[in-house]
């Protein structure tokens, strides 16, 4: 399975990724591009920003 494949599957099945999860549970280190492709092949996908307990800032995926 590609990692489109994988990110695709995820969003359908969970409904949002993250960057680190993306990391942890597939071991795409470059989700944005993988978002990109699927946009690219027509899925609506949505960015969100939030910040973490810390104040870190992240983008969370999901399909539109």
């Given at each position: 399975?590609?990692?489109n494949n994988l990110i695709l599957d995820?969003?359908?099945n969970v409904g949002s990724i993250t960057f680190v999860e993306a990391v942890d549970l597939y071991r795409v280190r470059s989700l944005p591009r993988?978002?990109?492709d699927l946009r690219d092949a027509g899925h609506k996908i949505?960015?969100?920003w939030r910040k973490d307990h810390l104040g870190q800032r992240y983008t969370r995926y999901s399909l539109a």
């Open positions: 399975m590609t990692q995820h969003l359908n993988r978002i990109k949505v960015s969100e």
